[in-house]
C-alpha cells in the first residue's frame, strides 16, 4: 500500500521560496502519476499541478503557473514542489496525492493522499 508523507511547509515571508517534499513508501512512485493540491482556509481544494510516469509536468492552477515548479527524483521515492515568489494567497494546506491511471486536477480521481504540510504566507 502506497503512504505518501508531505513535509517542508513553514511560515515565509511574501516573496519568499519554499520546497515542498512528497515521500512515498509501501510502492514505488515510479508507478503512480503524482499530483499537488492545497486547501485555502474556507476553500475547497484546489488542483496545482501533476508529474506523469513518464515525468511529464502539467500545470492546472493559472495562480501558480510561472512560481511553482514540480521535479520527481525516482531514486529517492519523492517528488518535491518548488514554490517561488510566495504570496499571501498561498497560504495553505499542501498535500501530494498519486493515482495509477492519469494526472488530473480532480481530487476525486487520486487514490492515495498525504497527510498535509502547512504553508503561511506572512509577513
Known amino acids: 500500500q502506497l503512504q505518501l508523507v508531505e513535509s517542508g511547509g513553514g511560515l515565509v515571508q511574501p516573496g519568499g521560496s519554499l520546497t515542498l517534499s512528497c515521500a512515498a513508501s509501501g510502492s514505488s512512485m515510479n508507478n503512480y502519476n503524482i499530483g499537488w493540491f492545497r486547501r485555502a482556509p474556507g476553500k475547497e481544494r484546489e488542483g496545482l499541478s501533476c508529474?506523469?510516469?513518464?515525468?511529464?509536468?502539467?500545470i492546472y492552477g493559472n495562480s501558480v503557473r510561472g512560481r511553482f515548479t514540480m521535479s520527481r527524483d525516482n531514486a529517492k521515492n519523492t517528488v518535491f514542489l518548488q514554490m517561488n515568489s510566495l504570496e499571501p494567497e498561498d497560504t495553505a494546506v499542501y498535500y501530494c496525492a498519486a493515482d495509477s491511471a492519469a494526472c488530473s486536477n480532480s481530487d476525486l480521481d487520486y487514490d492515495h493522499w498525504g497527510q498535509g504540510t502547512q504553508v503561511t504566507v506572512s509577513s
Open positions: 508529474n506523469t510516469i513518464n515525468g511529464l509536468n502539467a
